[in-house]
């Protein structure tokens, strides 16, 4: 049973940062990235970043890139998201996903629970 435990969610005003955290545990099959999910109200879930354990590859989505940096641990089975620079958009529910990471994005093989990011005045 694998499971993702995310932290770091919060209201934050414009402009503003947060840190994501995931830690994964249990077993997982094929493993080869772990990263970030979001869904916000009325739309369809994206992916955020990711990034391939194997290799070191990450990826964002145009709209984070410059703003978003995600970084892992492989020891740890631990991935981190810092969101600087926060608008609006960004209000979602962020969810820690394992699945590959490659340059089209990522596959969802497990989700966590979420974490509620609010970005608002």
């Known amino acids: 049973q694998v499971q993702l435990v995310e932290s770091g969610g919060g209201l934050v005003q414009p402009g503003g940062s947060l840190r994501l955290s995931c830690e994964a545990s249990?077993?997982?099959?094929?493993?080869?990235?772990i990263g970030w999910f979001r869904e916000a109200p009325g739309k369809e879930r994206e992916v955020v970043s990711c990034i391939n354990s194997r290799n070191g590859y990450t990826y964002y989505r145009d709209s984070v890139k410059g703003r978003f940096t995600i970084s892992g641990d492989n020891a740890k089975n631990t991935v981190t998201l810092l969101m600087n620079n926060l608008k609006p958009e960004d209000t979602a529910v962020y969810y820690c996903?394992?699945?590959?990471?490659?340059?089209?994005?990522?596959?969802?093989?497990?989700w966590g629970q979420g974490t509620q990011v609010n970005v608002s005045s």
């Open positions: 996903v394992t699945g590959h990471c490659s340059e089209y994005g990522q596959l969802h093989d497990f």
């Open positions: 249990g077993y997982i099959l094929g493993y080869s990235g």
